[in-house]
């Protein structure tokens, strides 16, 4: 089975920046379109951003203009960079295609009030 690897994840003050990573276990360029999703405790977990490789990009309305997901091919590595970042913002955050793999464990990033 097709898993991914989250990292990246710390305690930040309101207004840091993060910059989150995932490692899929195949090649990325195999995969036709990665997400960042996120789930705060006692929440759903609800979708962030999609970057496929058809180039088509999508950012939650709660994100835009604060958050960037690209990809390094030559790294295998998908990214989420974090700026300005809120307290809402606090979560754990996945990478994952949930249609060719299960869900990996994810990591935390808490924004302090």
């Known amino acids: 089975q097709v898993q991914f690897v989250e990292s990246g994840g710390d305690l930040v003050q309101p207004g840091g920046a993060l910059r989150l990573s995932c490692k899929p276990s195949?090649?990325?360029?195999?995969?036709?379109?990665m997400h960042w999703y996120r789930q705060a405790p006692g929440k759903q977990r609800e979708l962030v951003a999609t970057?496929?490789?058809?180039?088509?990009?999508n950012y939650a309305d709660s994100v835009k203009g604060r958050f960037t997901i690209f990809r390094d091919n030559a790294n295998n590595t998908l990214y989420l960079q974090m700026n300005d970042l809120k307290p809402e913002d606090t979560a754990v955050y996945y990478c994952?295609?949930?249609?060719?793999?299960?869900w990996g464990p994810g990591t935390r990033v808490v924004v302090s009030s």
């Open positions: 970057h496929a490789v058809n180039g088509y990009i």
């Open positions: 994952n295609d949930p249609g060719i793999a299960i």
């Open positions: 195949i090649p990325l360029n195999r995969i036709v379109a």
